[in-house]
């Protein structure tokens, strides 16, 4: 249709009129010579006209295609059957295809990545269906995507190789096993934050001293190897204090001094006890808080409070404030100890809290110590939808409401045996 304003000869003469001056443009030259390969076929495949171009990027001869050859028998198999399966319908339904990534199989057998693109000219009453196809070299594009891809592999590999390792350094941070207390029942849990693919900073310990037995659990601040070098730390220098009959006061004011000389801007909360068993009905518990969460007690007579004085948090200060609180345990009673990753994991709405956590503990009564640490992390990670913004760690001690029996060596008899 004519532009407004120009009349319908002004429109002949400017299509008449040449691009430019002693510019001689055959349009078979730009066919033959363009900067893709041209190609038709019937609608079944067969080729019927072809450019130089095409010819050129693939080996073959003109004679060797036109008429004698099927645009599905340059492809390879997978190929092949994605132009019978996808692509051939695609033209039969759209009229036309544009940029399938595929590979031609030249004249000398190598294979050759290229774009295809497709079209189909409608059959007239003088003239077939004919789908006219463009080829454009695509081996600098799959070269480019297969160095993403290995890339991508790359980094998929050292991902899992840093996971792996954070993993294993992780571990390193808790016991594989809580070692068996006399005349208690122990358990602990460790989940990290996300996906556990970084080092975190909690950890937690239970092992024996010439005192009787000692607990530590700590969150160091931050994550990645600043944090594990001070969690390392942290964890075997209370391991050696218990070692030294330290009270747990002293234990924590060593390991800040500890920290100090590292020169690091990590932090940590920690706490520290001692279980003794002074003959009474239950053990005791002598511990100190240094900027730590307070252990929760479950009592077997009811009600659940958090025990024990707040101290002050450790690396920061050259004389931090540490006390020491005794709690003597009953059959029956639950003392759980926890890094801040419990009461603050973030919910949709707000944070898991301290009822959360006094309704959870409540619910756990007649569990042992292992299924009171899993029920109480597996709802504070349900809580966050699975996905923990930090880590968590849980250490249970629990008073059986009766204590074991002792083994008998074999060979004597125990209290009552024998006939009457």
């Not at 304003?5 to 430019?20: I, L, Q, Y």
Request: proline letters at 8%; glycine letters at 10%.
């Amino acid at each position: 249709m004519p532009s407004a304003g120009r009349s319908g000869e002004d429109v002949r003469r400017a299509r008449r009129r040449p691009a430019a001056e002693g510019v001689d443009e055959n349009l078979e030259d730009l066919y033959e010579n363009a900067p893709f390969g041209y190609l038709s076929t019937l609608m079944d495949g067969t080729i019927v006209k072809v450019n130089t171009t095409f010819l050129t990027l693939t080996g073959y001869t003109r004679e060797e295609l036109v008429g004698r050859a099927r645009i599905q028998s340059l492809l390879p198999v997978g190929d092949r059957i994605f132009y019978e399966t996808h692509f051939a319908p695609l033209l039969a339904i759209q009229g036309q295809v544009r940029e399938i990534a595929v590979e031609l199989k030249s004249a000398g057998g190598a294979r050759l990545p290229v774009l295809l693109n497709g079209a189909v000219r409608r059959p007239a009453p003088d003239r077939p269906a004919l789908v006219r196809f463009s080829v454009a070299p695509a081996t600098d594009r799959r070269e480019y995507e297969r160095e993403l891809l290995r890339a991508r592999q790359r980094a998929e590999r050292s991902e899992a190789e840093t996971r792996q390792l954070a993993q294993i350094l992780q571990a390193s941070f808790v016991p594989p096993e809580l070692p068996p207390v006399p005349g208690m029942d122990a358990a602990g849990v460790y989940r990290p934050a996300g996906r556990g693919d970084e080092v975190g900073g909690d950890f937690y310990d239970l092992f024996e001293t010439p005192r009787g037995w000692a607990l530590s659990l700590g969150d160091v601040c931050g994550k990645g190897a600043q944090a594990a070098v001070v969690t390392g730390l942290a964890r075997y220098t209370l391991r050696t204090a218990g070692m030294q009959r330290t009270r747990p006061r002293d234990a924590l004011a060593l390991l800040n001094q500890a920290v100090l000389r590292e020169r690091t801007d990590r932090f940590l909360t920690a706490v520290y006890a001692q279980i003794d068993r002074d003959g009474g009905e239950g053990p005791r518990v002598t511990f100190s808080l240094a900027g730590h969460p307070p252990p929760v007690r479950v009592a077997a007579a009811g009600g659940i409070e958090p025990v024990g004085r707040p101290g002050t948090l450790l690396g920061v200060f050259q004389d931090p404030a540490l006390h020491e609180s005794v709690v003597d345990l009953s059959p029956g009673d639950v003392l759980v100890f926890f890094t801040d990753g419990i009461i603050e994991g973030h919910g949709a709405a707000d944070l898991f809290g301290e009822e959360r956590l006094a309704g959870t503990l409540e619910a756990t009564r007649g569990l042992d110590a292992k299924g009171i640490a899993t029920r109480l992390v597996d709802e504070v990670v349900s809580f966050q939808s699975g996905l923990p913004s930090d880590d968590i760690a849980v250490l249970v001690l629990r008073v059986p409401r009766e204590a074991p029996v002792p083994d008998t060596p074999e060979g004597v008899e125990g209290p009552g045996s024998g006939l009457a």
